[in-house]
């Protein structure tokens, strides 16, 4: 299997470096391998990309290359302040404007997964939106017991598994190779970020678990306002069919329909934003995938609406708190609070200075208050991180990949938008708030259940403990010489003891520890 994945690897690589795509990289800051690699890739780029230095062809290298490069420059297309504004416009059109599937299929397709159901589907229209997993067609649903209905019936493309399969087989090739010859990558974790990336995919690949997600969702923003999905028609969901009521509105990258319909777009990104943080820090499960083809604005209300749950992020609450003391950190400029909370959940090794990494973030920091979105390069932000990360050998955490791609994504919309976008200024409410509850009584409760939760499982493991020190002794007893009896029934107790003060301190814990 490793010859393929290879052989699919250095494929990607002469399709990429062919069209152009390592020109949008500054090789300024990275490691020399580094280097070296994207100076031998450009030696194949196309003559006019050379000449020109206009990358015409990336869309179409991505499409061609498969779901997860498309994923990749759906990402891409949200920062023009990254890659520039032509690439990035280029890109757009893979986030709902790829090349749909031969729709003579789709009839099979929904008796297969719906069975009798499918009957009641009706006036399916031609595909609406066609992306890289699946394509969402208009149809109206005719339930035996209920009024009739419009509704968007969301179907997996055809052999989509294998090929995101294949892909992600590729990556995993990659970050193994990574390892082996560029030592500097394996702080960044290749390996667990692929696997990350690699759960992500399998979950949006059953519909089933979107229409779960969606009604999450909907649970945890029942009482918000200004931030609206759609609901699922469980009767017609399998895993490659998901049906939903149909939503209204206008594009969110559609700017000029924007203004024609008087939708304030000021207020829209601080939506967008503000929302977002609500779902991370507040809820701990958020939109992973917000890119401008899964955004619409209600021109009646000025509200969000989203679409397209298939990848989700998910994260506890000590990781939440992290992500909120990090805002409020650049927010009131406490660099001090920023650092330590870096150590504090293992982004920056403890051997590391806490004052010299203070330092390090006021650089990043200090230059982004005060200014708006126009006034800030991305790209040299981003190189200058990259150049940090390398200085603390900072260690990648894979299971916040999600959060911070979705950050990316979302503060790109937004700042699209609101081109004077001050994110500090409209993050600081939602921030603000659940810091200030956090601190308060029901923070103090959460801390307390938490707590207890982590007594009782050690408190359950005490037992087990118990009874494998009485085997040993058991056995001592049948196999071991007498005259060891003394010292091994000191170590055994010695041990009881352990466990019993390990308890007793756990309780203590409990009992006296501070909101952290």
Not at 177 to 190: G, I, W, Y
Not at 254 to 273: F, P, Q
């Amino acid at each position: 299997m490793l010859i393929p994945a290879y052989f699919r690897l250095a494929r990607a690589g002469y399709v990429l470096a062919r069209e152009g795509a390592l020109s949008i990289i500054s090789a300024k800051d990275l490691p020399p391998p580094l280097k070296l690699g994207i100076w031998l890739g450009r030696l194949i780029e196309r003559p006019s990309v050379r000449k020109t230095g206009h990358v015409e062809r990336l869309n179409k290298a991505l499409n061609r290359l498969g779901p997860t490069y498309v994923k990749f420059g759906q990402t891409l297309a949200t920062r023009p302040d990254v890659v520039g504004a032509d690439i990035a416009n280029d890109l757009a059109g893979l986030q709902d404007k790829m090349e749909p599937f031969d729709p003579a299929l789709v009839p099979a397709i929904l008796i297969e997964a719906l069975e009798g159901k499918a009957a009641e589907l009706t006036e399916l229209s031609p595909p609406i939106a066609a992306a890289s997993i699946a394509q969402v067609h208009r149809a109206k649903l005719r339930p035996a017991d209920g009024l009739p209905k419009t509704v968007a019936v969301k179907i997996l493309r055809p052999g989509v598994q294998q090929r995101f399969m294949a892909d992600i087989e590729s990556f995993y090739a990659a970050a193994r190779l990574a390892n082996r010859l560029v030592r500097s990558t394996k702080r960044l974790k290749p390996v667990e970020v692929v696997e990350t990336l690699d759960r992500s995919a399998r979950l949006e690949l059953d519909l089933r678990l979107e229409a779960a997600a969606i009604s999450e969702m909907a649970e945890n923003i029942k009482d918000d306002t200004g931030f609206v999905i759609p609901t699922v028609s469980w009767d017609h969901v399998a895993q490659n069919v998901l049906t939903t009521s149909w939503v209204d509105g206008i594009p969110i990258r559609d700017h000029a329909a924007l203004e024609a319909a008087g939708v304030d777009r000021k207020a829209l990104a601080a939506t967008l934003l503000q929302s977002f943080l609500k779902h991370a820090i507040r809820d701990g499960f958020f939109h992973a995938d917000m890119h401008p083809g899964n955004l619409f604005a209600d021109p009646r209300t000025g509200d969000v609406i989203a679409v397209d749950f298939g990848i989700m992020g998910r994260i506890n609450r000590k990781e939440r708190r992290f992500l909120a003391d990090i805002l409020y950190g650049f927010i009131v400029r406490d660099y001090r609070l920023v650092a330590e909370r870096h150590f504090d959940i293992g982004y920056v090794p403890k051997d590391q200075s806490v004052d010299d990494f203070a330092l390090a973030i006021r650089s990043i920091g200090e230059p982004l208050h005060g200014r708006t979105a126009t006034d800030i390069s991305m790209a040299r932000v981003l190189g200058q991180l990259f150049v940090i990360t390398d200085l603390f050998n900072m260690q990648t955490r894979p299971e916040l990949v999600l959060l911070q791609k979705s950050m990316v994504l979302v503060e790109g919309v937004a700042r699209a938008l609101d081109p004077a976008l001050d994110i500090w200024t409209v993050a600081e409410p939602v921030v603000g708030d659940w810091l200030r509850k956090e601190a308060g009584p029901m923070g103090r409760i959460a801390d307390l259940k938490d707590h207890a939760k982590t007594i009782a499982e050690a408190a359950g493991r005490v037992p087990v403990i118990l009874a494998q020190a009485e085997l040993a002794l058991a056995d001592y007893h049948a196999n071991k010489h007498r005259q060891h009896d003394g010292l091994m029934r000191w170590a055994l107790l010695g041990l009881i003891g352990v466990v019993g003060a390990t308890f007793v301190a756990l309780l203590w814990r409990l009992i006296t520890m501070p909101s952290w």
